[in-house]
């Protein structure tokens, strides 16, 4: 049975039988086909007939050779058999070039529901919405949080430590991919996210856009990698690879592989936003990892850097519950998260102790700037917890493993 991920089933329900398409997004192996098969079961369950539930997984070697429109009308239409209302699943819907065209289609025509799965960059860049000329809504899965970590360990039958602390350490550097739980060893977990990321490289990117150097496309990527969460513009790295480096390359070459590396979801931007004007500012900007194994896949030792990987699971974290997620800029000072909803904000640092009182000072100072009323959080794995000036402070083991809305 498959571990069922009710964070995002739960987004899906209202949409089930509406005409707007549903498109599935999110970095290769996050569970996306998974949850579609969930669907599958709970429509099942409610009662709708087998028969009235189209089933295409694109990536099979069944299907394989259907890579046109007309070859995939052709496969839609031979699986309905009658007049009754259908729910139509396509996974990895990118493999047909141009298939825009045959899911306008079948959406005008209605009496079906669409739901609609991809990887690659094409689909995660927003640029679907110029060619899906129907209501369309994107669901954004991302790889298990921690909550879910813990809960799939105990749905596959696998040892838990009591040790709530230790189970979180165990999690920061195994990543959340969920087939990555399969493996035991550190070394084959390890092994697995390399080969995802060649996969992305191979399926994703590669196919979709021109990549002259790998050489120097790895590089830009290893860089970004082993420094996120770390506060960098296109000309620092510019410098690094032309004068530390000795790597000639051009700003637009590394902007571009930026940008692919964001596509696929690889990283996610975290733009600085100026408290003050309401503004995003341009330049300098930080860059957070879909996953953190993807990090320790590059490494030899398990020692964890706390301030980017607790910054990094916070930021996704924020991320998946529907926030818009900036670097704060606060007068002279930095804010680590400015959380936003529609008009609602939350102000958020993140630190791995405040035990030192000059710790505390400095996490604490960008609140004093701040001039309206918006909830401030103050986010350590610090046991004892303090309430002071109207700053929430909370464990982040616990936001995360109980999963605690800010």
């Known amino acids: 049975m498959l571990y069922k991920r009710e964070k995002y089933l739960s987004k899906l329900r209202p949409f089930y039988r509406t005409d707007m398409i549903k498109v599935i997004t999110g970095i290769r192996r996050c569970g996306k086909s998974c949850i579609m098969q ?224 964001t596509d696929a979801k690889i990283i996610y931007p975290c733009p600085r936003f100026d408290c003050k004007s309401r503004k995003s500012l341009s330049g300098e900007q930080k860059y957070y990892l879909a996953d953190l194994s993807i990090y320790f896949m590059t490494v030899t030792d398990n020692r964890i850097s706390y301030g980017p990987a607790l910054e990094n699971l916070i930021y996704l974290y924020l991320r998946n519950s529907g926030y818009s997620v900036s670097v704060g800029r606060i007068g002279k000072l930095e804010c680590d998260f400015i959380a936003r909803r529609a008009n609602d904000y939350r102000y958020i640092q993140v630190a791995m102790t405040i035990a030192e009182q000059q710790t505390e000072e400095r996490e604490y100072r960008p609140f004093y700037q701040v001039r309206d009323n918006y909830p401030k959080y103050l986010l350590t794995l610090d046991p004892l917890l303090q309430e002071r000036d109207g700053v929430e402070h909370k464990n982040i083991v616990q936001v995360l493993s109980q999963n605690i809305q800010l």
Do not use: C, W
């Not at 995939?72 to 141009?98: H, M």
């Not at 039958?157 to 493996?183: C, R």
């Not at 994703?204 to 960098?232: H, L, M, P, W």
């Open 38 to 261: 969930l669907i599958r079961e709970e429509l099942l369950a409610s009662g709708v007939p087998e028969k009235d539930i189209l089933y295409l997984d694109l990536d099979k070697r069944v299907n394989k050779s259907i890579k046109t429109p007309a070859l995939l009308e052709s496969k839609i239409d031979s699986l309905i058999t009658d007049g009754d209302f259908k729910y139509l699943f396509i996974d990895e819907v990118q493999n047909v070039q141009d298939f825009e065209e045959t899911v306008n289609g079948f959406n005008t025509d209605g009496n079906i529901s669409i739901f609609l799965t991809g990887s690659n960059s094409y689909l995660l860049s927003g640029e679907i919405a110029t060619k899906l000329t129907g209501r369309y809504l994107e669901f954004e899965i991302f790889t298990l949080d921690f909550s879910e970590y813990m809960e799939m360990k105990r749905h596959l039958g696998l040892s838990v430590n009591g040790d709530i602390n230790a189970e979180f350490n165990e999690y920061i550097i195994n990543g959340g991919f969920p087939k990555a739980l399969e493996f035991q060893d550190i070394e084959a977990r390890r092994f697995y996210t390399r080969s995802v990321i060649e996969e992305i490289f191979r399926k994703d990117i590669q196919a979709n856009v021109k990549i002259r150097n790998r050489s120097v496309f790895e590089r830009v990527q290893n860089y970004v990698v082993n420094n996120f969460g770390a506060t960098f513009s296109i000309k620092n790295l510019f410098d690094y690879f032309n004068k530390t480096e000795k790597t000639p390359v051009k700003k637009e070459t590394i902007r571009r592989y930026i940008k692919i590396l």
